[in-house]
């Protein structure tokens, strides 16, 4: 009964463990990798536009002060 049990067990691991390695023989085959561009954005540093703004504000608040 424990030869049986043994051979009974070693069958099982040998049957699950050739399917774990289960494969053909063609050639492996490498999809080609996507380049992702960065996204178009503005040339303009968008500090220079907030230095713009503030500048037009105050020239605005010093011309209508006179």
């Known amino acids: 009964m424990r030869i049986t049990t ?24 490498i999809e080609p990798v996507e ?9 303009v540093n968008p500090t220079y536009i907030v230095v713009g703004v503030v500048a037009a504000l105050l020239i605005a608040a010093a011309a209508s002060e006179d």
């Open 35 to 43: 380049v992702m561009e960065a996204p178009k954005t503005s040339s």
């Open 6 to 29: 043994t051979l009974a067990a070693a069958a099982t691991l040998a049957v699950v463990s050739t399917s774990a390695f289960a494969g053909g023989v063609a050639p492996v085959v």
